[in-house]
């Protein structure tokens, strides 16, 4: 019984010293709470003692001291505005702590920009500090101390400052809860700041505004003290009837009310004789006055200072004799304490002078007296201007009926000359300004009088021949704009001798001609006409000793009675143009409807090209190319084809000129990219090749594009192919025009990683200027030196020379139109490494191509 009651006692005494280090820890929690709702009571009430932020700042800092170790402490204020750190407050033991405001940047690193970016309180003890700036998180900046605590001040959800708190013992170190500590008093900091500095703010703008009410109160009363005054010279001025001799005075006498202006004068400058006259002066000082102010040469004196610098000039005695040792005026006599000079101004330029001065240190001239003066001396100015306004209105009253006369006679030719002008202009609206033919809307205007003069006499027969130039551009591109300008005249010259003198030959522009044939007797005229144009157009025409052979597709057109507009007309006549075009150009073709029919059939068949892109018809068929040492497939050609609904398989021939013509062809080369680019990814993972490419054809206009590459790159990521299995095939006319935008594109589709093929070489300019400019891949040889090769020397030499010229600039070569093996043998004895034709496979879908493969 005894043992059993000693162990319920010692169970009690643990259970009694367990409640009483309970009891302390609660005592210690409800000490700290105590000390944090202190602080805060003493912060809230801080803002309404407080008479400025300087004491403010103080007696927060005591409030914190009050509850945690803050012998180091200081409060920044972040303005991200301007990005600048201001220290408002810091008590530091170093002494060495930065002051006023810095840029954001030169703190940059610091462990008080770290907590303004982050927006949380941070507690950095030695070891993090050394590791942060290992990991270049943060940089030292400042002397180091053992701990630093810092918190953010937060304003309406942003930074505005951090308070920070730290140690240079290891007596003094930071934990947690003064972290917690230091972030509860700085969240109620800030409310108590900001609203002194409102209160600090409307201080500050009252005594401003009070300040610049006593500032407008003074001028009212300078203002109304000078009123009467200058009114008072205002109406002198406006006095037209009175004399300069009177009026001098009576503005001295007014100036005199407001100015100590005893010693005044008047001086006028006459730049054409060079003087200088004194035409009003008063003088307090009477002796040498007849010398002083008598009419003298434009010198150096003071007078002179302000006419040439057409400046006011305020001085004192010191000032005057600096300018004297300057070398700039005269020796000043000594006895002047103040100087004031105004200029007389008249259109900005200074016509004489107004002058004050004293001979007493008792009167000395301000910034606000000359003012006045200036105001005084612009009235004087008018005045002189005035007088000789009046003088001047004599003079040209006489001068009057010789001016008149005169002004008549240049009147008479300027009508002369407008109506010349008027010709000049006429002309210029209705001729065509390069080589003087009529223009567009002369020739419709001709054209519907025909058709008028047909309706009312049915006999009167006419006809219309549309002209095209079959090589025109061929001259621009190769010999300059110039030379096609020269090559216009000689061709309207040419087509004016060959007509009569009643036809009119017009240009509407471009390389385009029409000629309007009337009173015909019958339609060989016509024919004569179109024929003599075809045979003027077979000879060369030399220009700058240059001989150009140049011919022409020439649409004739008769006269006919269902035709009501010269529009009508003129459009029938350009489809038998083209119609002659289609026939292989060089020759004429005369209007009838089934050329019309073509055309509607033409525009039925766009329509359909449209629906057929909308709809995704247009897929590839797929050509080998081969190494023909061996005769491996390395890739294939995508070549467009197009299945119809409407229209079953369309041949390319039947809708590839057309897609060129509308750039219809742009759309349909990305949908054969896109879909050569799946099909080849699908042959990658059904038969394992990784080793085939895709070489598509994009349309010239495609380069001039800025975003091609982008375009390509984003077909490619959809698709998920890689970009070094595509090849793009682009032909010469896309190198020969907007260079720089080609050029840009092709060097981004070589950064992609997507090699350039360069189509048809040998049938263009194969100029190698490009080839050494632009970053072309391989070239192709065109299947017209291909064919039959071994049939053909001079197409073996050309094969030839191009296969070095690749080597040489490092690039492949493929041979197009491969048809027979005695061609493929020769191609392999000349070096050329790839091949394509039909020899080897021809265009297949990709049904074909994966039994081939497999």
């Not at 649409?555 to 292989?584: C, P, Q, W």
Request: aromatic residues 8%; hydrophobic residues 40%; contains cysteine.
């Amino acid at each position: 019984m005894v043992k059993s009651t000693n162990n319920d006692n010692s169970q009690l005494s643990e259970q009694e010293s367990q409640l009483a280090q309970e009891a302390i820890v609660l005592l210690d929690k409800y000490r700290k709470l105590q000390d944090r709702y202190t602080a805060l009571l003493n912060l809230n009430q801080l803002s309404n003692d407080c008479a400025d932020l300087n004491t403010f700042y103080r007696q927060v800092h005591q409030a914190i001291a009050s509850i945690m170790n803050a012998n180091n402490f200081y409060i920044v204020m972040y303005d991200q505005t301007f990005a600048t750190l201001e220290f408002v407050y810091h008590v530091d033991e170093k002494d060495d702590f930065p002051k006023g405001t810095f840029d954001y940047d030169k703190f940059q690193g610091s462990m008080t920009c770290h907590v303004i970016e982050t927006g949380e309180p941070l507690l950095m003890t030695p070891e993090k500090m050394q590791q942060q700036i290992k990991e270049g998180t943060l940089k030292a900046i400042g002397t180091t101390g053992t701990d630093w605590l810092g918190v953010p001040l937060i304003s309406d959800g942003f930074v505005i400052g951090v308070m920070a708190v730290q140690s240079y013992t290891e007596t003094t170190r930071y934990q947690e809860h003064d972290l917690d500590l230091l972030t509860f008093t700085a969240q109620h900091t800030v409310s108590a700041m900001t609203r002194l500095q409102d209160r600090e703010r409307l201080q500050k703008a009252v005594d401003a505004r009070t300040r610049e009410l006593m500032k407008q109160i003074r001028e009212r009363e300078k203002s109304e003290l000078l009123q009467e005054s200058l009114f008072r010279i205002s109406e002198l001025t406006n006095q037209a009837s009175l004399d300069l001799d009177k009026f001098y005075p009576m503005v001295h006498n007014i100036v005199g009310q407001l100015i100590n202006a005893e010693n005044f004068y008047i001086a006028k400058h006459n730049s054409a004789e060079d003087l200088l006259s004194f035409v009003y002066f008063s003088e307090q000082n009477s002796e040498e006055i007849e010398r002083k102010f008598a009419t003298r040469k434009f010198a150096n004196g003071y007078t002179e200072l302000v006419i040439s610098t057409a400046k006011t000039v305020l001085l004192s005695g010191e000032d005057m004799f600096n300018l004297y040792k300057q070398g700039k005026t005269v020796k000043p006599s000594g006895k002047t304490k103040s100087w004031l000079g105004v200029p007389l101004l008249q259109n900005g330029e200074a016509i004489g002078a107004m002058v004050i001065q004293s001979y007493h240190l008792s009167t000395i001239y301000t910034e606000q007296d000359a003012e006045l003066l200036n105001f005084v001396s612009q009235h004087v100015a008018t005045a002189i201007k005035r007088r000789e306004l009046a003088i001047f209105e004599r003079k040209t009253h006489e001068l009057l009926e010789q001016q008149v006369k005169h002004r008549t006679a240049e009147l008479e030719e300027e009508i002369k000359q407008r109506e010349k002008m008027e010709q000049q202009l006429k002309y210029a609206a209705s001729h065509d300004s390069l080589t003087g033919l009529p223009n567009r809307t002369v020739f419709l205007d001709l054209l519907n009088h025909a058709i008028a003069c047909h309706r009312r006499r049915p006999e009167m027969q006419f006809a219309v021949l549309f002209l095209d130039l079959d090589r025109f551009k061929v001259v621009n591109d190769s010999l300059g704009h110039h030379a096609g300008d020269i090559l216009l005249k000689e061709m309207a010259k040419g087509l004016t001798d060959i007509v009569r003198d009643k036809d009119t030959v017009a240009r509407l522009g471009g390389d385009e001609f029409v000629i309007l044939i009337e009173d015909l007797v019958n339609k060989q005229e016509a024919y004569d006409v179109a024929q003599r144009i075809t045979e003027l157009l077979t000879k060369p025409f030399f220009i700058e000793n240059q001989p150009v052979f140049i011919g022409t597709s020439i649409g004739v057109l008769f006269n006919d009675i269902h035709y009501e507009s010269a529009e009508f007309m003129l459009r029938d006549a350009d489809t038998a143009m083209y119609h002659a075009k289609d026939m292989g150009k060089g020759r004429y073709e005369v209007f009838d409807a089934s050329m019309h029919k073509k055309v509607q059939n033409a525009l039925t068949l766009e329509a359909d090209l449209r629906e057929g892109i909308s709809k995704k018809e247009f897929s590839p068929y797929f050509q080998p190319i081969v190494r023909l040492n061996d005769k491996q497939i390395v890739g294939f050609e995508a070549l467009a084809r197009w299945r119809s609904e409407k229209r079953g398989l369309v041949f390319p021939n039947d809708f590839i000129p057309l897609a060129e013509e509308t750039n219809l062809v742009l759309a349909i080369d990305f949908q054969i990219i896109e879909k050569s680019c799946r099909q080849l990814k699908s042959w990658q993972e059904a038969l394992k090749r990784d080793d085939l490419y895709i070489s598509c054809n994009l349309y010239c206009d495609h380069f001039f594009d800025t975003n091609l590459a982008n375009d390509i790159a984003q077909i490619l990521q959809r698709v998920g192919l890689e970009p070094r299995h595509l090849r793009v095939e682009l032909t010469e006319r896309a190198l020969l025009e907007k260079t720089e935008i080609v050029l840009t594109n092709m060097k981004a589709l070589k950064k992609l990683g997507v090699k350039i093929l360069l189509d048809d070489f040998g049938t263009g300019y194969s100029s190698l200027s490009y080839l050494h400019r632009f970053p072309i891949d391989v070239l192709k040889i065109d299947r017209s030196f291909i064919s039959n090769v071994h049939e053909h020397d001079n197409n073996r030499a050309i094969i030839k020379t191009i296969i070095d010229l690749a080597v040489n600039l490092q690039m492949a070569t493929i041979g197009e139109g491969i048809e027979n093996a005695a061609d493929a043998q020769l191609l392999v004895k000349m070096e050329c490494k790839y091949g394509q034709g039909y020899y080897f496979n021809k265009p297949m879908p990709a049904h074909e191509v994966e039994r081939l493969l497999s």
